[in-house]
């Protein structure tokens, strides 16, 4: 069964600590994003990549970093310089190759910073 | 630079009432179209898409949406919306050759109540 798995669901941290969040896909996409989503705010691209080992900024990347080593896999950092963490997080895939790009969804992680 | 623009926030139906959700675009290129869903608890998934051919396009559980170019719309529309069609729908576009390396903008989402 084909699909993009984040994990944990849900994720606490104290202030000042970084924390990762994993996203896997088995759909042989080359592409990978992700996204922070708050009410009322639509989703906002942190970071993606198209190819393994290369990535790049979104419109949101400050404080976030993440790494693309592996063609299933695109773990984002949350850092402790990220001003306002607690958001839901979204990672997503797309296949290149096709005209129309629609990416497809993890169910998200829900990080709650106090 | 591109951008999305959803005119309905919130919106509140009664079961049986027809439904439409306004889609804006600012991009005079080649774009492509989506409509996605989130339904409480559950992951964002495609709707519907149009990247050519029929303007109207039909999508899962009786939706539909229509590319009007010279308005720069992708209006979501259903004729009759049940309770289940509760949910936040988003409508995105990749914009071609604007340099913005075929990422998807967003607009910022519509959250759909229906009343049973």
């Known amino acids: 069964d084909g699909g993009i798995t984040q994990s944990p669901k849900y994720l606490f941290r104290k202030e000042g600590q970084n924390v990762t969040l994993s996203c896997e896909q088995n759909l042989n996409h080359d592409a990978m994003y992700w996204y922070r989503q708050d009410p009322g705010q639509g989703l906002r691209l942190i970071y993606y990549s198209q190819i393994v080992n290369d990535f790049q900024k979104g419109d949101i990347a400050e404080g976030y970093s993440v790494s693309r080593e592996k063609k299933e896999s695109f773990p984002l950092t949350v850092t402790s310089a990220q001003k306002n963490p607690t958001a839901f997080y979204l990672c997503a895939s797309s296949d290149q190759g096709k005209i129309a790009y629609e990416q497809y969804f993890g169910p998200g992680t829900r990080l709650t910073v106090t | 630079a591109q951008s999305v623009s959803q005119h309905n926030h919130h919106v509140i139906l009664s079961e049986a009432a027809s439904l439409e959700l306004g889609c804006n675009y600012s991009?005079?290129?080649?774009?492509?179209l989506f409509w996605y869903v989130q339904y409480p608890g559950q992951h964002l998934q495609l709707l519907l898409k149009y990247f050519s051919g029929d303007p109207l396009v039909k999508g899962i559980k009786g939706f539909e949406a229509e590319f009007i170019k010279s308005k720069f719309s992708f209006n979501l529309r259903k004729p009759s919306v049940q309770w289940s069609d509760t949910a936040e729908y988003f409508c995105?576009?990749?914009?071609f050759g604007a340099g913005n390396n075929r990422k998807l903008i967003w607009g910022l989402g519509t959250s759909l109540a229906v009343n049973p």
């Open positions: 991009y005079g290129g080649t774009v492509n």
């Open positions: 995105a576009v990749t914009a």
